[in-house]
T-cell receptor
Framework: SQQGEEDPQALSIQEGENATMNCSYK?????LQWYRQNSGRGLVHLIL?????REKHSGRLRVTLDTSKKSSSLLITASRAADTASYFC??????????FGTGTRLKVLA | DAGVTQSPTHLIKTRGQQVTLRCSPK?????VSWYQQALGQGPQFIFQ???????QRGNFPDRFSGHQFPNYSSELNVNALLLGDSALYLC??????????????FGPGTRLTVL
């Protein structure tokens, strides 16, 4: 079963705009990761945020984590057509497995 | 530095057959996890191997089994294939036997179609 749920399921924006997607999860976590997947191929790791962190940045990406609300958000600033992909959050609760959400399909229009 | 590699890229089988998928982890990684991703869904954890042993398993039947070799590469075997086993199978490696706090690096996947 899926632990996380991304919202929205699909998002379509113009190039240059910002894209925000959210992830909610059910149980307490050790860390949360965001991944990108192009055209049903392998996943590319974007950012890992630990449960004691509230915000992390990497280039045009900003991730926030609110453990009290059991939610995280991924912000992509100044989006590009190449950002078109599916984005997944994955949570780890201290075991060896990651539980993935259902994904947000982002389409950036040129 | 080679990343995670998987073979084959695509595979077509018929119901009842058996299949073996292969994965070579990223250099320096000793832990391999396998995931199943159905179309339009997120990946679901099958199991993880470390030191040639299955360390944790997800909610998958015994038809799914695996193996890890001394060079850390891994195989996923699925017996008695069902139509519902059609999916993208992803292998991920991570650098240490930590408490799950490690970044996982994914391979490109094997697309399995069961007819």
């Amino acid at each position: 079963s899926q632990q996380g749920e991304e919202d929205p399921q699909a998002l379509s924006i113009q190039e240059g705009e910002n894209a925000t997607m959210n992830c909610s999860y059910k149980t307490s976590i050790n860390n949360l990761q965001w991944y990108r997947q192009n055209s049903g191929r392998g996943l590319v790791h974007l950012i890992l945020i630990r449960s004691n962190e509230r915000e992390k940045h990497s280039g045009r990406l900003r991730v926030t984590l609110d453990t009290s609300k059991k939610s995280s958000s991924l912000l992509i600033t100044a989006s590009r057509a190449a950002d078109t992909a599916s984005y997944f959050c994955a949570t780890n609760s201290g075991t060896y497995k990651y539980i993935f959400g259902t994904g947000t399909r982002l389409k950036v229009l040129a | 530095d080679a990343g995670v590699t998987q073979s084959p890229t695509h595979l077509i089988k018929t119901r009842g057959q058996q299949v073996t998928l292969r994965c070579s982890p990223k250099s320096g990684h000793d832990t391999v996890s396998w995931y199943q991703q159905a179309l339009g869904q997120g990946p679901q954890f099958i199991f993880q191997y470390y030191e040639e042993e299955e360390r944790q398993r997800g909610n998958f039947p015994d038809r799914f089994s695996g193996h890890q070799f001394p060079n850390y590469s891994s195989e996923l075997n699925v017996n008695a294939l069902l139509l519902g086993d059609s999916a993208l199978y992803l292998c991920a490696s991570s650098p240490m036997a930590g408490g799950g706090a490690d970044t996982q690096y994914f391979g490109p996947g094997t697309r399995l179609t069961v007819l």
